[in-house]
C-alpha cells in the first residue's frame, strides 16, 4: 500500500513558486510522496483582459512547470496535474541517486526583475554553499544572457556538478563571526563603454569612501548594447570567507544621473547589509534552510541584527519542518535530519517512528 501524500497548502505564507520548487525537491530527495493544492494561487493576475484563464490568478507558470517537469524526469517520478495553470500538483516521490558528473543547462533569464542573477548565483551562493555549506565545486557559464528589460530575450547557462557520493551526509555549519570585509567584487553591465567606465569610476569612489583599504576587484564588466540593459551587482568579502551582494536591475533608459542614482542606491544597500553585522545579506537567507534541513547536526546561521526572518525564510522553514518533521526556533537555527545520500528516507523514518513507540509503549508499562 502506498504512502498517504503529505498535503501541502500552496497559499501558505510567501505563497508562491519558491514553495513549490522545495517542496517537489525534497519529495524527489526523501520518496515521500505529495500533493499541493492552490499553487500560487495568492498571485494577482498577471495582466488586466484576455482570456478568463489569463484573467485567473496563480497556478504553474511555464517556468514553474520546467522546473517540475524536469525534476520528475530525472527522478523517474510519476506526476498528476503538469499542465500550464494548474493549481493542484501530485508528485508520488520515486527518486533515484547519481554519483556521476552532472552537466545541466538551463534556457531562462540571467538578469531578470524578481529573481537573482547568475552573476549573483555564481559570486554569492554557490561559493557559501561549496566553501562553507560542503556542497561539492560547481562551474558556471553563461551561455547567452536573458534579460526583462529591453526586448525580452531568453538566456541560457551551463552548470558543471558533482554529486556527493553515495551514503554522505552534509555536516553541520555555523554561520558566525563573519570578520572583517577585505575586498569588493564589482560587475557592471552597461549599455555601451562610456556609461560602464563612468559607472565603474563612481562606485569605486563611494566604496574607497567608506573602505579606503578594502581591494576592489571587477569579475564582470559587459556593454549590453541596449540602453535599457543596466546592472550593477557588488559583493562584500569577508576575511571568514562569507560573501554578501547587493545589486540592482535597471529596467528603463539609463543617462548619467540614472548612474549615479544606481551607484548610490548598491552602495548604500550594501552599506546597510554590512551595519547589520551577519554573515549573510537577506536574500541568502532564505536559501540556507533546506541545506540546514537536511544536515546531520544543528546548524546555524547569523542573519545580523536587526533583520528578521524574511517571508520567503519563514516559507522554506515551514516546507522543511512539514516534509522533515524537523524544528526551526526563534533564531532560525534547527537539528537536520541527517539526509543521507541515496537513502529510502521515508523508510527510516517509518523504523524511527515504530522505535519510538515501542519505546513509549515500555515505559508506560513500566519497563525500562
Not at 508562491?16 to 510522496?33: D, E, N, Y
Not at 556521476?100 to 561559493?127: A, D
Not at 522533515?324 to 541515496?342: K, M, P
Amino acid at each position: 500500500m502506498s504512502p498517504k501524500p503529505l498535503t501541502l497548502d500552496g497559499r501558505h505564507l510567501e505563497g508562491g513558486g519558491q514553495l513549490l520548487r522545495l517542496a517537489i525537491s525534497l519529495s524527489a530527495l526523501t520518496h515521500l510522496p505529495l500533493y499541493i493544492f492552490s499553487i500560487r494561487a495568492n498571485r494577482a493576475p498577471a495582466r488586466k483582459g484576455g482570456s478568463s484563464q489569463a484573467k485567473a490568478a496563480g497556478g504553474l507558470k511555464p517556468a514553474h512547470l520546467a522546473a517540475v517537469e524536469w525534476l520528475a524526469r530525472a527522478t523517474r517520478a510519476e506526476t498528476t496535474g503538469m499542465v500550464k495553470g494548474s493549481r493542484d500538483v501530485e508528485d508520488q516521490g520515486t527518486t533515484t541517486s547519481s554519483s556521476v558528473p552532472l552537466r545541466i543547462t538551463i534556457n531562462g533569464g540571467t538578469n531578470v526583475s524578481k529573481s537573482p542573477s547568475i552573476e549573483y548565483i555564481s559570486q554569492v551562493l554557490i561559493p557559501l554553499l561549496v566553501e562553507k555549506v560542503g556542497i561539492p565545486p560547481i562551474a558556471t557559464r553563461v551561455i547567452k544572457r536573458g534579460w526583462s528589460s529591453g526586448r525580452a530575450d531568453v538566456g541560457a547557462v551551463q552548470f558543471d556538478l558533482t554529486p556527493l557520493p553515495s551514503g554522505s551526509k552534509l555536516s553541520k555549519f555555523h554561520f558566525t563571526e563573519r570578520g572583517a570585509v577585505t575586498k569588493m567584487h564589482v560587475s557592471i553591465l552597461a549599455s555601451d563603454l562610456s556609461s560602464r567606465n563612468t559607472l565603474r569610476d563612481k562606485v569605486t569612489e563611494k566604496l574607497l569612501a567608506r573602505h579606503p583599504d578594502v581591494e576592489i576587484l571587477f569579475p564582470v564588466e559587459e556593454v549590453t548594447k541596449n540602453g535599457a540593459r543596466l546592472y550593477l551587482l557588488i559583493v562584500a568579502e569577508t576575511s571568514h570567507g562569507y560573501r554578501l551582494g547587493r545589486d540592482c536591475l535597471w529596467e528603463r533608459k539609463s543617462n548619467a544621473s540614472m548612474l549615479e542614482t544606481v551607484a548610490c542606491t548598491v552602495t548604500r544597500d550594501l552599506e546597510e547589509e554590512l551595519r547589520r553585522g551577519g554573515c549573510v545579506d537577506e536574500y541568502m537567507q532564505d536559501q540556507l534552510v533546506v541545506f540546514q534541513a537536511l544536515a546531520e547536526g544543528r546548524s546555524a546561521v547569523d542573519s545580523g541584527e536587526d533583520l528578521h526572518a524574511t517571508l520567503h525564510t519563514k516559507t522554506a522553514r515551514w516546507v522543511a519542518e512539514q516534509s522533515l518533521g524537523l524544528q526551526f526556533d526563534e533564531r532560525g537555527t534547527c537539528s537536520g535530519c541527517a539526509f543521507a545520500v541515496g537513502e529510502d528516507f521515508l523508510d527510516r523514518r517509518k523504523t524511527e517512528r515504530e522505535v519510538e513507540e515501542t519505546a513509549a509503549d515500555l515505559e508506560s508499562l513500566g519497563i525500562a
